[in-house]
């Protein structure tokens, strides 16, 4: 029991401020802030910095489409719409047609999808839902990796590695099983279409897995545990909960892997043949929009010709253009916004 005699002790709480001390001490927050300068000044220079940055990027694109219109009106006026249905391709007597690389670019492209899409779908698939969480990181960066290495460098492996494999193993077994198909005969040169389908397909695959990964992320966990609940194993889960709500965004980013395998040019180049030709064959060499620019235009000696090979990379820049508008839009409408978010 306490000793009354003693009497309280005596603690030192906080003890009230003096109105005039609060008031003197926000005055003096107030008058240092003041003091710093006007910073409406630097606001206006920052908004306008800010505002040049992004119109530079709308200019630089506008410029880049006038040039092309103004540099390709030659060819215009004197083949018109023709120039993209007929095949002739002679620079000696003036006679221009792209159907050839039209042809070459849309079978390259669509073979590379082919080749891609399954490939970039089951590595998001195992590195988002099934991969442990030690060897999750690892391979994500690893498959993003092959979106850095340099066109040149897939160009030369493909020489080297590719286009032997090809003529001396695949092309060969290819004829004796599929050459009925009329899609797989003639000499196995390993280059040609077949060749520029398969290294486009792998450079393609970083993209398309990307974007899948991030829509897939985007699905609620929630909706994956519902779906377990209700006693699905975990491929239906993958395929009902996961996939079917993602699906969306997958396009979108098959969709800009194509707007990639379109406008590639440096490793097409080296492995397709180059021959303005339209084949059945796979194993023919072909000829793409952007090889062709690559290859003739410093080559290119008459205004008709210089003009016909930058029509053909305004066609190319349009429907590039168009291909990633579209897959941007689809993969909004699935992650509209939400940042990607990693699940055990």
């Known amino acids: 029991m306490a000793n009354r005699a003693l009497g309280a002790p005596r603690l030192t709480g906080p003890q009230p401020v003096p109105e005039q001390a609060v008031a003197a001490g926000s005055a003096a927050q107030v008058q240092s802030l003041i003091n710093v300068g006007d910073s409406r000044r630097a606001d206006a220079v920052f908004f306008y910095a800010m505002l040049a940055c992004g119109c530079s990027v709308l200019a630089l694109v506008g410029l880049i489409v006038y040039e092309l219109i103004t540099k390709s009106s030659l060819s215009w006026h004197a083949f018109g719409w023709k120039f993209f249905f007929q095949s002739d391709w002679d620079p000696v007597n003036d006679q221009f047609g792209a159907l050839p690389f039209v042809y070459g670019t849309i079978v390259s492209s669509i073979l590379a999808l082919l080749i891609a899409v399954p490939l970039a779908i089951g590595v998001a698939v195992y590195v988002t839902e099934m991969s442990p969480r030690w060897l999750r990181g690892p391979l994500a960066f690893t498959?993003?990796?092959?979106?850095?290495?340099?066109?040149?460098?897939?160009?030369?492996?493909?020489?080297?590695?590719?286009?032997?494999?090809?003529?001396?193993?695949?092309?060969?077994?290819?004829?004796?099983?599929?050459?009925?198909?009329?899609?797989?005969?003639?000499?196995?040169?390993?280059?040609g279409m077949l060749a520029a389908g398969i290294i486009l397909a792998i450079m393609v695959v970083p993209i398309i897995s990307s974007i899948t990964r991030e829509v897939m992320t985007a699905v609620p966990q929630q909706q994956r545990e519902a779906v377990l609940a209700l006693g699905a194993t975990r491929w239906e889960m993958i395929r009902t909960g996961v996939l079917r709500n993602a699906r969306a965004g997958i396009m979108g980013g098959i969709i800009l892997g194509l707007g990639r395998a379109l406008g590639e040019t440096m490793a097409v180049t080296m492995v397709i043949g180059n021959r303005p030709e339209i084949a059945k064959s796979l194993f023919a060499p072909g000829y793409t929009m952007a090889s062709v620019i690559a290859n003739e235009f410093s080559e290119a000696t008459g205004n008709v010709y210089l003009s016909a090979l930058v029509e053909v990379g305004l066609a190319l820049f349009i429907v590039t253009i168009i291909v990633n508008i579209l897959a941007q839009l689809l993969v909004w409408t699935v992650t509209r916004g939400t940042p990607a978010r990693s699940h055990a």
């Open 143 to 191: 498959t993003e990796l092959l979106a850095a290495i340099p066109s040149v460098i897939y160009g030369l492996w493909a020489i080297f590695v590719l286009v032997p494999l090809l003529r001396q193993y695949v092309q060969p077994w290819l004829a004796k099983y599929l050459g009925w198909t009329g899609l797989f005969e003639g000499p196995p040169y390993g280059i």
